[in-house]
């Protein structure tokens, strides 16, 4: 099993920045890649970005060029830069593990972000 925890999550302006975190415990050796997913209500979860454990991101287009992601030098944590925030980016922000084992991989508890505007 592999538990994940976010923070950093919070309430920000638009045109503000916050920075999420996810770090993963437990059978950590079966994670591949890490990514960032969010859902509204009554929508979707959606992708927000991914990142490989070689280091290759994939960014949802609505948040290229103001989202980065990265993973951390244990490879078990993942980070989440986000600036430029727009109301539009409200939403709670869950954290994936991908494994060969799980599916759909591993679900963090969720961390919300509210942009005002």
């Known amino acids: 099993q592999v538990q994940l925890v976010e923070s950093g999550g919070g309430l920000v302006q638009a045109g503000g920045s916050l920075r999420l975190s996810c770090a993963a415990s437990?059978?950590?050796?079966?994670?591949?890649?890490m990514g960032w997913y969010r859902q509204t209500p009554g929508k979707l979860r959606e992708l927000v970005a991914t990142?490989?454990?070689?280091?290759?991101?994939n960014y949802a287009d609505s948040v290229k060029g103001r989202f980065t992601i990265s993973r951390g030098n244990a490879k078990n944590t993942v980070y989440l830069q986000m600036s430029g925030l727009k109301p539009d980016d409200t939403a709670v922000y869950y954290c994936?593990?991908?494994?060969?084992?799980?599916?759909?991989?591993?679900w963090g508890p969720g961390t919300r972000v509210t942009v005002s505007s």
């Open positions: 994936n593990a991908q494994s060969p084992f799980v599916p759909d991989g591993y």
């Open positions: 437990g059978v950590i050796f079966s994670i591949g890649t």
């Open positions: 990142v490989s454990k070689g280091g290759n991101t």
